[in-house]
């Protein structure tokens, strides 16, 4: 059974860019979360969507969005990069909303230059 | 407000010499409480799920258990290859995971 893939696994961008991020989940899981991880923070929760509505949402300003579709994958968007935005930002799925383990994918490395 | 904190924040034991890991939470209404492992550059892979004080569970040489305010992960006899950082995570009312910031294992031969 495949696991939870995120693309693209590297990326580096310039400041006031943009970047998005994809998600594909675990086959028959709905419901996609997205944290971001720094050394100094830990994992901080992004959002929540389940099916293609955002169910939690974490203290991120509006830069960061996401959505979902129909086939529950996955995007997150992040504009006007900061260099505060470097991190690895990781997907995780899960059967349904609010209940549940969540498992991870490997996650994509962001640099902000 | 709900949180996690996990100690130590980083442990050095010698191979075979037994431990545990420690995780104090305070949360909204606890809809269970999850351990995960991480490697270096690679995501938190899911080791457990507790749900009530008094649960325990057990994987190869983990167990972990839960009380009202903590839990712990203990491991037996630990081999060079458990080595990674294990995540603490609580789950509220709402349904969002609140993580630890995790306490990072070396284990020498």
């Known amino acids: 059974k495949a696991g939870v893939t995120q693309t693209p696994r590297y990326l580096i961008k310039t400041r006031g860019q943009q970047v998005t991020l994809s998600c594909s989940p675990i086959?028959?899981?709905?419901?996609v979360s997205w944290y971001q991880q720094t050394p100094g923070q830990g994992l901080q929760f992004l959002f929540e969507?389940?099916?293609?509505?955002?169910?939690n949402k974490g203290n991120f300003p509006g830069r960061f969005s996401g959505r979902q579709f129909s086939n529950s994958r996955s995007e997150m968007n992040v504009s006007t990069l900061e260099l505060g935005d470097s991190a690895l930002y990781l997907c995780?799925?899960?059967?349904?909303?609010?209940?549940?383990?969540?498992?991870f994918g490997e996650g994509s490395r962001l640099t902000v230059l | 407000e709900d949180q996690v904190t996990q100690s130590p924040e980083a442990l050095r034991l010698q191979e075979g010499e037994s431990s545990s890991l420690n995780c104090s939470y305070t949360?909204?209404?606890?809809?269970?409480l999850f351990w995960y492992r991480q490697d270096p550059g690679k995501g938190p892979e899911f080791l457990f799920t507790?749900?009530?004080a008094g649960e325990e569970k057990e994987k190869e040489r983990l167990k972990a258990t839960l009380t009202k305010k903590e839990s712990f992960l203990h491991i037996t006899a630990p081999k060079p290859e458990d080595s990674a950082t294990y995540l603490c995570?609580?789950?509220?009312?709402?349904?969002?995971?609140?993580f630890g910031q995790g306490t990072e294992l070396s284990v020498k031969p």
């Open positions: 995780a799925s899960r059967r349904e909303a609010n209940t549940g383990e969540l498992f």
């Open positions: 086959s028959g899981h709905r419901s």
């Open positions: 969507y389940f099916s293609e509505t955002q169910r």
């Open positions: 949360v909204s209404g606890l809809r269970g």
């Open positions: 507790l749900y009530s």
């Open positions: 995570a609580v789950q509220n009312q709402g349904g969002k995971l609140i």
